[in-house]
């Protein structure tokens, strides 16, 4: 899954191999400041909230300081915020075991592959998709016309992003592992100039890059995640930052509001596209379908939630793909389910 976007070209993402860029901000309304009580039994039952700063970590695929603004809620947040940039999940949650970054969204693979590592995140949030985000595309005078053709060829993807789950899963559907493949592991930036310098046969990605591919170069999809992907993103949290009282508050309130944003967004999908766009740098004609395509619902975290997450598990496991096979139960707590619908 976009703190402060950037044009989505070869030049401007280069940059952005890591926390590309950063910036604070902070409200200026004093409602809330003080948080009287929160869910989470490790928040203290005070907490002076204009005295915290959460790190916030965000990427073009969630979209999290776009969409607060776009839906007029990030200066309402009672506590600062420091904002960084990610090309993906993964390096995202690399900085969160670090210690850099106390919370961010991500796909439905990123919390697997870090959880496999040792790395101490939890889920906090989660959000339903419709599964069709990701998608494998393929450059416009292609001859490949099916997933069962890319036996033998490279394919551009990102190793433990939603899109390395989708690949797999589309994969598995043809007939056809990981070993079938040349994978090529490149963050969106060189994936996009792989892709249109015809470096790889194909490439599985998410919004708004398929949508921009699509348009302005002529790509064609041939496999979504829909039907048999994860439906499910996710929000989450460095294991310290939840066992921090006033962390555990601030991040309370920021999934509150932020699922309110999301819940704006689904319903004002036109609005969201413009405001999503003037952000990445791309047209309204493109966001307007990466928009619709990348609508998500905020969902508590229950049984379901664990059985989709482990089920990417056991399936990166027998693969081969990571390294153990964890009880992903052990990094994904209800504590914040309030958050939901609050």
């Known amino acids: ?16 191999a890591a926390a590309g860029c950063s910036s604070s901000s902070s409200s200026s309304s004093s409602a809330g400041a003080t948080a009287a009580s929160t869910s989470s039994p490790s928040a203290s039952s005070s907490v002076n909230l204009s005295s915290v700063t959460l790190n916030v970590g965000d990427q073009k695929g969630t979209g999290a300081e776009a969409v607060l603004t776009a839906a007029g809620l990030l200066n309402t947040l009672p506590f600062h915020v420091h904002w960084s940039d990610f090309t993906s999940g993964p390096p ?7 210690g850099a970054v106390d919370i961010g969204g991500v796909g439905d693979a990123p919390p697997v592959f870090a959880a496999s590592g040792g790395e101490q995140v939890e889920i906090v949030g989660a959000r339903q998709t419709n599964g069709d985000q990701d998608a494998v595309v393929v450059p416009k005078n292609s001859p490949i016309t099916s997933i069962q053709q890319l036996k033998g060829k490279k394919i ?8 390395n789950y989708n690949l797999l899963t589309v994969l598995t559907k043809a007939g056809l592992t990981t070993k079938d493949v040349s994978l090529a592991n490149l963050q969106p930036a060189l994936a ?17 890059y398929v949508q921009q591919v699509v348009a302005q170069d002529g790509a ?4 979504t995640g829909s039907g048999y992907g994860s439906p499910y993103s996710f929000e989450v949290a460095a294991k ?13 309130v920021y999934l509150t509001t932020l699922d309110k944003a999301y819940v704006w967004a689904a319903a004002h999908p036109s609005s ?10 791309l047209p309204t004609s493109i966001m307007d379908v990466a928009a619709k395509t990348d609508a998500t619902t905020p969902a508590q975290i229950t049984s379901a939630t664990v059985s989709a997450e482990q089920g990417l598990v056991n399936q990166f496991y027998a693969a081969g793909l990571i390294p153990n096979k964890v009880n992903i139960s052990d990094y994904i707590t209800e504590e914040f389910n309030a958050t939901v619908g609050g």
């Open 1 to 16: 899954m976009r703190p402060k976007f950037y044009a989505v070209t070869v030049l401007a993402l280069a940059g952005l």
């Open 92 to 98: 995202m949650l690399e900085a969160m075991a670090s």
């Open 156 to 163: 551009a993807y990102g190793s433990g992003s939603s899109a």
């Open 192 to 208: 996009l100039a792989a892709f249109t310098s015809g470096d790889v046969a194909a490439w599985d990605i998410w919004p708004p």
């Open 220 to 223: 064609r999809v041939l496999a």
């Open 240 to 252: 310290a930052a939840v066992a921090n009282p006033d962390k555990a508050a601030a991040i309370k």
């Open 272 to 281: 969201w596209a413009t405001a999503w766009g003037k952000a990445a740098g």
